[in-house]
């Protein structure tokens, strides 16, 4: 087994390294002077700034998929960006997990890249022109409308908005929450699922529709804080929807089809925030490691305490074994596609937020007072990722999942004893 990274995997990784440390870490300074000046939902003026350099670099869109069983053949070189696999868009992607604000600076920030992904292989050519195209150029910003206060949307098939045709319309009334990037000035379009039936298959009910957030019935009724930051000003909203019109034809796919989106959707999102929470837990055992190794109590260096060797050592060893399922899950995804890579997917999504909470809390706790204060920047980013082990599927329904998967590999075998050691076979 050969762990080498390609030529093409060093070349954007490191290209992408360097410009974070070039353009991006010597102004986080100014990045929070402007967050915390003025209104709390704004555009930040030193991000456009550097937007417009990362894209003179070619350093843009590296999410956009390579190809698309579901693409026009007239699209197929309109709407394309820097066309990484999942594997080479891994490493990008943990290199953006540890600055908060530099995925947006190469146009690849949630949930833009999988609103993106969602119009390019299931949108018409015209859906395209309208919001895949401002949304390739940093334009605009997007929100992706599912999760709702009123039921348990772990399971999606609970989701109640109503999308009613009538004529040549679709009227839409409903309930949406943790609209994620809904606070931001810029956001102009909203993909949201909703049932346009009640009868038939749980899972042919859902449909998901394009909904433009200036259409009359549209109201942000409030954003919500995690564990009392707002995240401006990107934000997460609570939306409601009454007597919303829209075209037909901004039905994406057709009628029934929405849960079969969400799913080819959420797989490529789940690997994404996981590759960036995996940063994010480099930049916390660093802080962590150097705060350590600065402060003394009892006598010695904090770091020469053994508790602190403990830690940090069980912090490094899970970070690299969930750095390696990463890259093992979009390196199946690649090579065997999403389905196969399902597993894969659910694991790394359960590890990642999990890893990283507990290395978040050990800084923190290394830190002290200031760890809990926002001074070392643990406490934020701790809130943040606590947040991963709801979105995309809580833990529970991944595990479900997983456990459902291994039961089923025994299932056969009845009640029929377990297998004597010389019985056992590894499979994959």
């Not at 004529?167 to 809904?182: C, T």
Request: glycine letters at 10%.
């Amino acid at each position: 087994m050969d762990f080498t990274l390609s030529e093409r995997e060093t070349y954007f990784r490191d290209r992408v390294r360097a410009f974070i440390a070039r353009h991006i870490t010597p102004r986080d300074h100014e990045y929070e002077q402007q967050l915390a000046s003025g209104e709390r939902w704004k555009v930040i003026p030193v991000i456009e700034e550097v937007k417009r350099v990362a894209r003179a670099e070619g350093l843009w869109n590296f999410f956009m998929p390579p190809h698309s069983g579901q693409q026009h053949v007239d699209d197929s070189f309109a709407f394309q960006g820097t066309q990484l696999t999942n594997l080479e868009y891994a490493l990008c992607a943990e290199e953006m997990g540890r600055i908060g604000w530099a995925s947006e600076c190469f146009n690849c920030s949630a949930p833009d890249t999988g609103n993106m992904e969602v119009l390019h292989r299931y949108g018409t050519r015209a859906q395209k022109e309208a919001w895949l195209r401002p949304l390739m150029e940093g334009e605009i910003r997007s929100v992706f409308l599912m999760t709702e206060p009123a039921v348990a949307s772990s399971d999606a098939t609970n989701i109640e908005t109503r999308i009613e045709r009538d004529g040549d319309h679709y009227v839409i009334n409903g309930r949406k929450w943790w609209s994620s990037g809904v606070g931001d000035p810029r956001c102009r379009i909203g993909i949201l699922m909703g049932k346009t039936s009640f009868e038939g298959s749980r899972h042919q009910q859902q449909s998901q529709v394009l909904v433009p957030l200036d259409t009359p019935g549209v109201k942000v009724e409030r954003l919500l804080s995690v564990y009392g930051y707002d995240h401006a000003p990107h934000g997460h909203g609570e939306v409601s929807f009454t007597d919303v019109r829209v075209p037909v034809e901004n039905v994406l796919l057709g009628e029934g089809r929405g849960f079969e989106i969400a799913q080819g959707r959420l797989g490529p999102g789940r690997i994404h925030h996981c590759m960036r929470t995996i940063g994010v837990a480099e930049v916390a055992i660093e802080k962590m490691a150097r705060r350590l190794l600065a402060r003394v109590a009892f006598g010695k260096r904090i770091a020469d305490h053994s508790v602190w060797e403990q830690r940090i050592a069980r912090a490094r060893i899970d970070i690299e074994m969930t750095r390696l399922l990463c890259l093992k899950a979009a390196d199946m995804m690649d090579k065997a596609g999403n389905k196969a890579a399902q597993q894969e997917i659910a694991m790394i999504k359960v590890q990642a937020p999990t890893m990283a909470l507990q290395i978040l809390d050990d800084a923190i706790q290394a830190f002290g007072g200031a760890g809990v204060a926002e001074d070392a920047g643990l406490a934020h980013a701790w809130a943040s990722v606590r947040t991963l082990r709801f979105a995309d599927g809580p833990d529970e329904v991944h595990c479900r999942a997983i456990a459902r998967h291994e039961f089923g590999k025994y299932g056969d075998a009845g009640g029929r004893d377990a297998p004597s050691s010389g019985d056992v076979r590894v499979s994959r």
